[in-house]
């Protein structure tokens, strides 16, 4: 997959993301586009995985790559950068205790807090959400 390829399809997945939630992800444009499967992100959730460009079926160069194109879309349609924190699923609360471990989940191979920060980074499209938030609830 060329880059011309590869920006489309990052383009249009934070696209459908925030038409259909108000929000995009990265980790969520990487399963959609195809870099990281489904399984391999439930491995690293879990901590199974050591950090997640491990399981990311493209090389780092490519992985910046996507990364950039989410920024610059994010930057170009106005939405908000938003910080969130990713932590281990499956952490059992011990016996007796008030509330359970929290474990943060590591993304990228150098640990580096800048790389960190840009893939745990939600793009959040603040007139989307508003307008899904006016939409009458269909159960």
């Known amino acids: 997959m060329n880059e011309k390829e590869l920006t489309s399809k990052v383009h249009s997945a934070m696209y459908r993301q925030c038409r259909q939630r108000g929000y ?14 489904k399984k391999k992100y439930e491995d690293w959730r879990f901590g199974r995985v050591d950090y997640l460009e491990r399981v990311c079926t493209v090389n780092l ?14 930057r170009k349609n ?15 609360k ?23 920060r ?10 989307r959400i508003a307008a899904l938030k006016e939409q009458p609830k269909t159960q």
């Not at 992800?25 to 195809?34: Q, T």
């Not at 474990?103 to 990228?108: D, K, Q, T």
């Not at 840009?118 to 007139?127: C, E, G, P």
Request: with cysteine; glycine share 8%; charged share 20%.
């Open 118 to 127: 840009q893939y745990a980074t939600h793009y959040v499209d603040s007139q």
């Open 24 to 37: 995009a992800a990265p980790v969520d444009v990487l399963m959609e586009i195809g870099v990281l499967p």
């Open 61 to 74: 160069s490519k992985l910046s790559f996507i990364m950039k194109q989410i920024r610059d879309y994010a």
């Open 94 to 116: 011990p016996t007796g205790q008030g509330h359970k471990p929290v474990i943060p989940l590591r993304f990228s191979k150098s640990g580096n807090p800048e790389i960190e």
């Open 78 to 92: 106005g939405l908000k950068p938003s910080f969130c924190c990713y932590k281990r699923w499956g952490v059992k």
